[in-house]
């Protein structure tokens, strides 16, 4: 079988569709080449002296693993120098990063979780980077975090690498959803799934079953008849998966079907939800309807959320279709 590699996609797709103009490319090639250095480093584990925590804070609150800061370090030093990029923001950092002076300023603004997943980095389960790119606003001179305050509608490329059994990257441009395999070999990623299409119906759903008590009645409804099964309301069968990564939950979903959720609880209204706008619910919003799924805060199609804040959360109930409706459906009611 004759291989495709992500380079020759990227020229093939922008003959096709026009929609992957040169420097989106380097772009895209650069957070590709900088995900086969973070899967090096997460290869490695204890061998490479990067397990365990980093004894420091994010803008957060959360406490950061030595991971979560190589792999934003990978990422800054990667996409700096290219000339296509006018700043970047980052799940770990608490202010945007504009390009240096020393280097020419591009049109596009990269976004990422360099390391999703954290909690599951000691303990060998599949992790990995969520990325969103944007359009600089026209005449922009000098990035200010204004300037990223755009809906997710405006995203002109989201992908994520998981870094499980295999190393994979999934990518969309707004014309589909396409599969990466990395030949840890030949260090190249070959294209090994087109047009990514997520089955419309599901008997498998995702959340962390743990903060119940703490739901909203839309939720608990749901998921109660859900839990019902074949007698209950639904009329079938469920089950639960939940891995603790989004990008391995996503993933998964993809490519068999099912509904994540991490939903808005009573717990603490100044935080809807643990997922990020901007690094998390955008970008896989965006690979989730491309790939014919739905995406949704409970009330609104996830993509045309107004930002107000670089860092702000998001309740996300993602994945099949028909799953999705009924869910934002019972929010309404
Ligand atoms: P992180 O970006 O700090 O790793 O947090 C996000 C992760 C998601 O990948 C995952 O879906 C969720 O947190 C798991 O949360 P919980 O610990 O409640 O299961
Ligand atoms: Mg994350």
Redesign the pocket.
Known sequence: MKRVSLTQYLVEEQRLHNNIPASLRLLIEVVARACKTISHSVGKGALGDILGSANTENI?G?VQKKL?VISNEILLEANEWGGHLAAMAS?EMESIHPIPNRYPMGEYMLLF?P??????IDVNVS??TIFSVLKAPEGMTAPTEADFMQPGSQQVAAGYAVYGPQTMLVLTTGAGVNCFTLDREMGSWVLTQKDLQIPEETKEFAI?M??QRHWYPPVTRYVDEMLAGKTGPRGKDFNMR????????VHRILNRGGI?M?PADLRDPSQPG???LM??ANPMAFIVEQAGGAATDGRQRILDIAPQKLHQRVPVFLGSKSEVERVTAYHQE
């Open positions: 957060q959360e979560d799940e979780d390391l999703d997943g954290s909690s599951n992790i990995g962390n743990s903060n939940w891995i603790a990564s989004m990008v391995a939950d994540f991490y643990k997922l990020r690094y998390e």
